[in-house]
């Protein structure tokens, strides 16, 4: 079974701390994906990786950054927390990037609050 | 307006009820559509995947794309105890197969 990994289940922070979120695939896949989850929103998506040290932006990238040094690692980072970023984070990996194994496998989630 | 329209809910039934559940676009250009269901405290998973338009049945579930009218459903036959869960449609182009946009999810409740 693939396993996504989020280090930390729950979170909080004060305003203005730089927050790390870690996520681990074991199935050597691709694609890594950072979500926020909100009511009412949905899952959108924040940053998103193709390959080791390749990142682009998703739909809500501001105030957020990533890092991927190695193929079964991405990082989520808050430079400077703020109480809007208080979240469930998701992370998800996919083989691919088609129909064929583009399934996204996602992690348990990490639930941020910054007071 | 946003893309991906979802009743949030919640939605409760007795066990054995047949569940509809739905989502409305405004993109055209979608062709991949997808349903997650999440569980409490889990992370999302695929329930079902369909192309373009039409049926497709897996057991007690059958996802149904009408892209005539931008409207997709999930259908739940027989609903247990074990399907309370939130219900997450998810879409996208095909130029971005992994950049998906989610419904906001319908929360559903089976009780015994």
């Known amino acids: 079974d693939v396993k996504v990994t989020q280090s930390s289940r729950y979170l909080v922070k004060r305003t203005g701390e730089k927050v790390f979120l870690e996520c681990v695939q074991d199935m050597d896949h691709e694609n890594m994906f950072w979500y926020r989850q909100d009511p009412g929103l949905g899952l959108r998506l924040i940053y998103f990786?193709?390959?080791?040290?390749?990142?682009e932006k998703g739909d809500i990238p501001e105030g957020y950054s990533v890092s991927r040094e190695k193929k079964e690692r991405f990082s989520l980072i808050l430079e400077s927390a703020s109480t809007n970023q208080t979240s469930m984070y998701l992370c998800a990996s996919s083989l691919t990037s088609g129909p064929e194994g583009g399934e996204l496998f996602f992690g348990e989630g990490s639930r941020l609050t910054v007071l | 307006q946003k893309e991906v329209e979802q009743d949030p809910g919640p939605l409760s039934v007795p066990e054995g009820a047949i569940v509809s559940l739905n989502c409305t676009y405004s993109?055209?250009?979608?062709?991949?559509f997808m349903w997650y269901r999440q569980y409490s405290r889990k992370g999302p998973e695929l329930l079902m995947y369909t192309y373009s338009s039409g049926n497709k049945e897996d057991g007690r579930f059958t996802a149904q794309v009408d892209k005539s009218s931008k409207y997709i459903s999930l259908f739940i036959r027989d609903s247990q105890p074990s399907d309370s869960a939130t219900y997450l449609c998810a879409m996208s182009d095909s130029g971005g197969y992994n950049k998906l946009i989610f419904g906001a999810g319908t929360r559903l409740a089976v009780h015994p």
């Open positions: 990786s193709y390959d080791v040290k390749m990142k």
């Open positions: 993109n055209s250009a979608f062709q991949y």
